[in-house]
């Protein structure tokens, strides 16, 4: 069964440094996602992409944020410089279509997650 | 912004036992989803909900979008061991997809 695949599981990183989060959508899918989930907390969206740009961000996601598709594969998630609140369960989440009102086109699927731990 | 409120917070329950949760928002949504969480991994898609009204089974777990487009509930019937995770439920109000999650029942069950 298809799937959304998340690299690496697990990130350390000093408080300042860039780091990417990778992720694999799945294949036939053209919506694609990214939230986030501080330990013990909900899960909140950062950022929606489709046809290549961003049709949607949360506050969270500020200029220190940014999202590519860099091939026809992977969707990344790059923090330019991290901070101490940024710590937390990084989600990609990948959707077929758009349609309100079409199952299963509006099914989100998620990965396994990048714990991200900021020092 | 949308408030989206998930009730009850932790429900521990015998094996057998039947569970229900629910969520209400302040705002209309077009598609419902309920997801489970076990530590240390992603949410895992257990039931959509598309129409007002609808009601929706998978195996034990069933689900239902309230008319009014603002809810929803979510029952386990006949809980086993396996259920024990936190539960999610998640509205989509904008074509966009972005989901709104409720803060989870986590579901504890004891033999």
């Known amino acids: 069964e298809p799937e959304v695949t998340q690299t690496p599981s697990h990130q350390v990183t000093q408080m300042g440094q860039e780091v990417i989060l990778r992720c694999v959508p799945i294949s036939n899918h053209l919506y694609f996602y990214w939230y986030r989930q501080i330990l013990g907390q909900k899960v909140e969206f950062l950022v929606s992409?489709?046809?290549?740009?961003?049709?949607?961000k949360s506050e969270i996601f500020d200029d220190q944020f940014s999202v590519e598709r860099p091939d026809g594969s992977n969707f990344t998630l790059k923090i330019r410089s991290t901070k101490l609140e940024d710590s937390a369960m990084y989600f990609c989440?990948?959707?077929?279509?758009?349609?309100?009102?079409?199952?299963?086109?509006?099914?989100?699927?998620f990965g396994p997650g990048t714990r991200l731990t900021v020092l | 912004g949308q408030q989206l409120n998930q009730s009850p917070q932790s429900m521990f329950i015998q094996e057998g036992e039947d569970v229900s949760m629910n969520c209400t928002s302040s705002s209309i949504f077009n598609t419902w989803l309920w997801y489970k969480q076990d530590p240390g991994e992603g949410p895992v898609l257990l039931i959509a909900?598309?129409?007002?009204?609808e009601l929706t089974s998978n195996g034990r777990l069933t689900a239902q979008f309230g008319i009014t487009r603002k809810d929803s509930f979510l029952n386990i019937s006949a809980s086993i061991p396996s259920d024990v995770g936190i539960y999610f439920c998640a509205g989509q109000g904008d074509s966009w997809g972005k989901l709104q999650f409720g803060a989870g029942t986590q579901v504890v069950v004891t033999p």
């Open positions: 992409f489709y046809n290549n740009e961003i049709s949607e």
């Open positions: 909900l598309y129409k007002a009204g």
């Open positions: 989440a990948s959707k077929e279509g758009r349609g309100t009102s079409l199952p299963p086109y509006n099914e989100q699927f």
